[in-house]
């Protein structure tokens, strides 16, 4: 399993820019998963649900799951997702991570407007549909699904 973080500002268009990827790389073969980083302070489960009163009362894990779809609720001390994703995701060939961005994860900017992330941390590449200045060896990608899977077959998923 690989992985690769699209960061950026907020309201770069990460997610929509996913959205688009999603379908390129499924067609092209892979198995994509994804993670998103989100803040400490967002709970992911329902409070007063009954999911959330298990975790509550001290179950280590809890599994929504339903004829169509599942969801597995943890607490943890802080591990790294890296941790994670190899033991949930290893399956996969891709795991497009959002967010992320002080992560080890080889890292792609999604970028629209303000002072680019690029320079400041380590990226591979920028996404933009605007000129944007970048130091020297980082690409830059058109805002172009197929444009960045080329990208990514090349530089992370390899040969």
Known sequence: MKAVAFIGHKGSGKTTFLRRLIPVLLARGYRVGTAKHVGPEVEPDTPGKDTHLHREAGAERVLLYSDLHGALFWDHPGLPVAEYLERFMADLDLVLL???KGSDFPKIEVYRAGEPLAGRIPVLAVVSDRPVRVPDGVEVLPLDPEAVA???????LGP
């Open 98 to 100: 959002e967010g992320f």
């Open 150 to 156: 080329d990208f990514l077959e090349a530089e992370i």
